[in-house]
């Protein structure tokens, strides 16, 4: 199975930004001593092979307590994600206190780990976080996972030595679970906390929760988008994906195109719930597999996606922090008493502006590899019966798509990236996506299946090509490039 990829937040690089036409950034990436990551080396590329540990699958019973939504005041502690005195509960209960920026952090992990890599796993050693990370080894048509590990301080927040070899960081696998209502297609369902196999609470419909439409169907569809990640005193930690449909509703897109988008705290005491949103990226890294890591250290909590590692209040019901989000649960992309924490250490604007040019690039290296495959099936198949002709020569053409929408990871990535509506960058994406859209429309992929010689291609297209294609025209019943292309 091919597997893939993809706040407006930082005043700091807000003019280059807009200069730039790009906004925000962010990913999702893996687990703490908690890491669920479906992945498999070998043979295959990484991608979905199991269900995810921390998932149960079966109808909801429980109902609602009252009053179980709690949106802390961002008036209690700054948004700027200055220092605060906090005393609280550590994960096994011991009370510490320390001085603690909240906020989310942009770390480069490139200098210090290979290249592509996410952080999956984190644990903390004295008063440093050990940062597990993975990244796609690539040899031939073999994908493997490659993990490391080093060390990263809480007070200069860089890493200290090299990179060393370690395996896959383990899942949460506490009392703590989910259980997941009946799924209709992008329908927001119905998701229990679950202590020791029962159910607990609900959680609220203003935190909708969806289920993975993967095709085929593997372990629970509600488990590879929402997961517990951890515990911190009586608080359990979940991570959530959004949005609730497509960026390009009429590209085909099913699944996969949710990216971890949401943090979850819910007091088991007093059934309080706090909703942070976890900042976007321009990386195109896919973490869609990998849910958020998860790790307590000296009175707080360390959560890391992607390249962002984001420190939080050991006990979020006793320290608002952040400011509340304007994003309202109508567009499933957080949900309406989200939290932004504040962003401490943007993504570089250097990254984010060669990020939106690679992004570009892929487009527009997806739209000619498209039309060039399509034409050349055309041409030569279809029209002159060459029955050695490349059937699959690229991306368009894989029957992985059409019967399980299984869209390249870059292609999705592209579709997600943050843009500033309107501006240059999302025009031009705007153009290429229109174009692709006009590749997927044409019916020459299925007829490799729907017809078994090239004569039937023929005589049911009335030898004449059924769609226009980028980059070239039509003469006499064949694809021509155009000149300059």
């Not at 090299?162 to 209709?184: I, N, R």
């Not at 994406?429 to 004569?455: D, Y």
């Amino acid at each position: 199975m091919n597997r893939r990829l993809v706040a407006k937040g930082t005043v700091i690089s807000t003019a280059i930004l807009l200069a730039a036409g790009l906004a925000g950034c962010t990913t999702q990436a893996g687990p703490a001593n908690n890491t669920s990551s479906p992945s498999s080396s070998g043979n295959a590329k990484p991608g979905p092979s199991a269900s995810p540990s921390s998932t149960v699958s079966s109808s909801n019973t429980s109902q609602n307590p009252a009053n179980t939504v709690q949106n802390p005041s961002a008036a209690q502690n700054p948004a700027n994600g200055t220092p605060a005195n906090t005393s609280a509960l550590s994960g096994n209960g011991s009370r510490a206190s320390t001085q603690v920026a909240y906020g989310w952090r942009y770390l480069s992990l490139t200098p210090t780990f290979r290249a592509g890599s996410q952080i999956v796993g984190l644990q903390p050693i004295g008063n440093a976080i050990e940062v597990h990370v993975s990244s796609v080894k690539v040899s031939g048509h073999t994908y493997q996972n490659v993990y490391q590990q080093a060390s990263l301080g809480t007070t200069n927040w860089r890493f200290s030595g090299a990179a060393v070899s370690s395996s896959k960081p383990t899942a949460y696998a506490g009392d703590w679970s989910l259980q997941f209502g009946s799924t209709v297609g992008a329908s927001p369902m119905t998701i229990s906390l679950v202590n020791r196999g029962r159910a607990v609470f609900s959680l609220p419909s203003s935190i909708p929760g969806y289920a993975s439409e993967i095709n085929p169907a593997v372990g629970s569809p509600g488990g590879w988008d929402n997961q517990v990640i951890g515990r911190s005193g009586s608080w359990v930690w979940l991570a959530m994906k959004g949005p609730k449909l497509p960026p390009v509703q009429n590209m085909g897109l099913v699944w996969r195109f949710r990216y971890w988008n949401r943090i979850v705290a819910i007091d088991t005491h007093s059934w309080k719930t706090v909703v942070y949103s976890i900042p976007r990226s321009t990386s195109d890294v896919d973490t869609w597999g990998n849910p958020p890591a998860f790790a307590v250290s000296h009175g707080a909590v360390y959560i890391g996606t992607g390249k962002w590692l984001g420190v939080f209040p050991v006990n979020p019901g006793d320290a608002g922090v952040g400011a509340a989000s304007n994003v309202t649960a109508a567009t499933g992309n957080l949900s309406s008493n989200a939290i932004a924490l504040p962003v401490l250490q943007p993504e570089p604007a250097s990254v984010v502006q060669a990020d939106g040019q690679k992004m570009l690039q892929t487009l527009s290296g997806l739209k000619t590899s498209a039309a060039d495959s399509l034409a050349a099936f055309w041409n030569n198949y279809v029209m002159k019966g060459d029955q050695q002709a490349d059937a699959a020569s690229s991306w368009i053409m894989q029957p992985t798509l059409f019967n399980h929408g299984d869209f390249p990871e870059s292609l999705i990535w592209a579709v997600n990236f943050p843009l500033i509506p309107g501006s240059s960058v999302d025009q031009q994406r705007t153009k290429l996506l229109s174009e692709i859209e006009q590749e997927l429309k044409s019916p020459l992929p299925t007829s490799m299946i729907a017809f078994s010689t090239p004569q039937q291609a023929r005589d049911h297209f009335h030898s004449e090509p059924p769609t226009s294609l980028p980059g070239y025209t039509i003469q006499n019943g064949y694809y021509v490039r155009s000149s300059g292309q």
